[in-house]
């Protein structure tokens, strides 16, 4: 069944972060979810992968399904070894601490390096890697419990024009992989023409925009033709600081 997001609603400090939201997202599939900075994006990842609770509302998956997240910055531990990154939740979750010999999990990390195209870097540092390559390591780190469920935070932040495309690219052939559910949150344009189905927009807690990501880029709401255009005229207004 994917994922459904119901009624969320979140608030710090008497504002609403994210106000009665709700959409779904079916097994193979992924969603971009664009807006402002601010607009509550990097929050619904965090509630959908439970670091933040909300304040009403609910997120329905599949029975056990495992969700995985990769982060901005990739958030790898810099002492540990590219094999010891990619294995930690294989080592450290309580559900699959144990159930794994050495040998075993060398065998699943380099499966998991040869998806995204790494064979033969275990022993390296994430400070021997570029900043593509640490991002990629992040996607086997995250895909290496095969969950049905992927979050991406700005998967292509920082990275030169071919870099992201390769991301890009892991990000449509992971999704084929795992048949899972995918929220990609970006800025980035050319991230949601090549490996979303559908968009939502949101703009000040609320969703503005839902649907193909073929009406996000060619239709004529007036909240994603700013967006798209690049404008500062439109409803979308920046705040003064």
Known sequence: MGIEVKNLTKE???KKVLNNISFKVEDGETLGVVGFSGSGKSTLLKIICGLLYPNSGEIITSKNADIAMTFQYSALFDFLTVFENIAFPLTERKEFRNKYTQKELKE???????????QGIENKYPSELSGGMQKRVGFARAIVTNPKIILYDEPTAGLDPVSSTLIENYIVEL?????????VVTHQLSTIKRATDKTIMLYEGEIVFKGSTEELLRGTNPYTRQFVTASIKGPMQIKSL
């Open 12 to 14: 710090f400090n008497d």
């Open 108 to 118: 699943i990390v380099a499966q998991k390096l040869k998806i995204v195209g790494l």
């Open 175 to 183: 999704k084929k992989e795992l048949n899972a559910s995918c929220l």
